[in-house]
């Protein structure tokens, strides 16, 4: 199978201190046990849209530190005030689309974390589905979810295969690590 075209192949041409090469090797489709660092993600990966994945990396910890370190519960509880301060803080991406997404989307997992006990359990319990059903699933409880988003949200937290390569030495890791699609759809 030709690798040639894949994330895998991009980062080995990489230097070493770009942010894709540590991402590939110790994040990008390890499952994420966090409801938290989950819901983290699921802000990255809306925040990516219409941008590269290199600049959602280089902004990862200014996010981190403007969306409450990723706290469902306190992002859920954002007023207007905090709106407006993420719209104008230069550090993450200004867009008021993923601003009140970032929001609602919090309020939902704190829903589906009532209901089954955390989001994690949520997305086991909905597991296995086909990349058209977890959209569907998807864009019919959170905001700013689409195709592209829901499916690297799901392969880069390890519940779609397609990650890596299988060729990749990361893919042997992330399969000593269980992730969800393994012996699944």
Known sequence: MDQSNTYCA?????????????????EYGFPI?????????????INQAGLSWNTILNKKENFRKAYSNFNISKVAK????????LLSDAGIIR????????IHNANQILALQKEYGSFKNWLDANHPMTREEWVKLFKKTFKFTGGEIT??????????????GEDCPVFKKILKTKPAWINKK
Do not use: C
């Not at 991009?10 to 110790?26: E, F, G, I, M, R």
């Not at 954002?78 to 301060?85: E, I, L, M, N, P």
């Not at 499916?151 to 890596?164: D, Q, R, T, V």
């Open 151 to 164: 499916n690297e949200f799901l392969m880069s937290s390890g519940y779609l295969k397609g990650a890596h």
């Open 78 to 85: 954002y007023t207007q005030k905090d709106r407006d301060r």
């Open 10 to 26: 991009y980062v080995a041409k990489l230097d070493a201190s770009n942010p894709n090469v540590h991402y590939h090797d110790h």
């Open 33 to 45: 046990a966090d409801d938290n660092e989950l819901f983290g993600r699921l802000i990255l990966e």
């Open 95 to 102: 867009n008021k689309l993923k601003v009140n997404a970032a």
